[in-house]
């Protein structure tokens, strides 16, 4: 009878970065478990590179590696530091935990392994609307008046508009330090070309996107928005007449009395709308991933940008309007 020996892996395509990750995170005190979760690499590859660590004090075989002297209470400290102050680079700590933890390794890359090993990661604050304590009491008594209601927002339509610029500043592109060529600059301009648009989202419907080209007074919002977009005939086509609530913000052709004489013959408002507070509107989360899908795609003429606008928002479908009225993130 031949017995066959399974070969014994040695997992050495786990990269160095993951290596020194496990040992960082086993010597703060997870489990393997734990570990291989927080990582997203197999338990097997987590539990053999800890062996090989204990049993031959290295991780690869060309050096050994001294971040597992990294103390729990270094750990904490770097931790705590990044919460205090956000902006702290990795080479500021690392100077101000060297003259704490002197026997140590704190370096710039060791400092950077450690945050991350925490989860942290170097981007952009998160941003959320400025309130005052009124808007805020205002915020507040419109959640709790809805909640009373139980207001089903599955059968709300919400509306808005948006700003959308033709060179917006944020474009980023390749290019070296120093170099002056035309293709590496973009024209300031006192007044950019912008465009605005009208939309509307319900959960399976949504309305035709209407292109301004002057400002809005209440006359402009009832015959070439409310009217054009189409956005009561199909409302009521999908929830029926004075079944749905239609949303929209304080301006003041939104709120005159004869946009609101109109409105209310043909459906029920959600009224008032808290003043200052567009990051409740389902509807910003579209406005946000459509400049995102458009930031490589702005033509260098008003015409083709409009169509490109127009192209984007045929294409969006009715289950992509109800995630992104059932959801924050999309």
Request: glycine share 2%.
């Amino acid at each position: 009878m031949i017995v066959k020996h399974k070969k014994k892996r040695n997992y050495t395509n786990t990269t160095e970065k993951n290596r020194i990750d496990i040992l960082i995170l086993h010597n703060q005190g997870l489990s393997i478990r734990k570990i291989s979760t927080q990582l997203s690499i197999g338990i097997k590859p987590v539990r053999y590179w800890i062996q090989i660590f204990n049993k031959e004090k290295r991780i690869s075989r060309k050096r050994k590696i001294s971040i597992i002297k990294t103390s729990k209470e270094l750990i904490e400290h770097i931790e705590q530091e990044t919460k205090k102050n956000r902006k702290l680079t990795c080479k500021s700590l690392s100077k101000q935990c060297k003259e704490l933890f002197p026997n140590h390794p704190c370096s710039t890359t060791t400092i950077y392994r450690i945050r991350k090993s925490l989860k942290f990661e170097y981007k952009p604050p998160r941003v959320r609307q400025f309130l005052t304590n009124d808007q805020m009491g205002k915020r507040l008594l419109f959640a709790h008046d809805h909640k009373s209601l139980k207001t089903d927002w599955e059968n709300v339509v919400f509306s808005d508009e948006s700003w959308f610029y033709l060179n917006p500043k944020t474009r980023k592109i390749w290019r070296r330090r120093g170099e002056n060529d035309n293709s590496v600059f973009v024209e300031k301009k006192k007044f950019p070309k912008k465009i605005m648009i009208w939309g509307a989202i319900g959960c399976n419907l949504i309305s035709d996107l209407i292109i301004l080209n002057s400002s809005i007074n209440t006359d402009v919002y009832i015959k070439d928005i409310l009217k054009k977009s189409k956005i009561i005939d199909l409302a009521n086509q999908e929830h029926g007449i004075f079944n749905w609530i239609f949303q929209q913000d304080g301006a003041r052709p939104h709120t005159s009395k004869k946009t609101i004489k109109y409105l209310k013959k043909r459906c029920m408002l959600l009224d008032p709308w808290p003043p200052n507070s567009p990051d409740l509107n389902p509807i910003e989360n579209l406005w946000s991933i459509m400049d995102k899908r458009l930031e490589n795609r702005r033509p260098d003429n008003e015409e083709n940008f409009i169509q490109i606008l127009k192209e984007f928002w045929d294409s969006i479908t009715v289950s992509f309007t109800f995630k992104a009225q059932t959801s924050n993130e999309i």
